[in-house]
């Protein structure tokens, strides 16, 4: 069974940082392209940053450009992203999924983890 629990959410004020973590089991990370998805209040699932399988190139939505880091770690199955410089337009909950199942309603999504940006 397909699994992922995110962690690493939290409060932060703009300009801060938080280093979110996703830990999977039931799936080899490194065989999978992996996403980072932001789900802001009031809007769709969107797609913020990607980690590609082989080449391990990675990929960021404008919004998040030269801020995220998306990074894995093959040993731990568990993908990370590296949040800086967060603005109050980053908050929402934070999930992550393999791109075999896409931002699909019935992927296996985790309850994601929170990431609260304020003044």
């Known amino acids: 069974q397909v699994q992922f629990v995110e962690s690493g959410g939290g409060y932060v004020q703009p300009g801060g940082s938080l280093r979110l973590s996703c830990a999977a089991s039931?799936?080899?990370?490194?065989?999978?392209?992996m996403n980072w998805y932001l789900q802001a209040p009031g809007k769709q699932r969107e797609l913020v940053a990607q980690i590609r399988s082989s080449s391990v190139a990675t990929g960021y939505a404008d919004s998040v450009n030269g801020r995220f880091t998306i990074s894995r770690d093959t040993a731990e199955n568990t993908v990370y992203l590296q949040m800086d410089s967060l603005k109050p337009e980053d908050t929402g909950v934070y999930h992550c999924?393999?791109?075999?199942?896409?931002?699909?309603?019935?992927?296996?999504w985790g309850q994601g983890t929170q990431v609260t940006v304020s003044s």
């Open positions: 999924m393999s791109n075999v199942f896409g931002n699909n309603p019935s992927a296996p």
């Open positions: 039931g799936i080899t990370i490194s065989r999978h392209t």
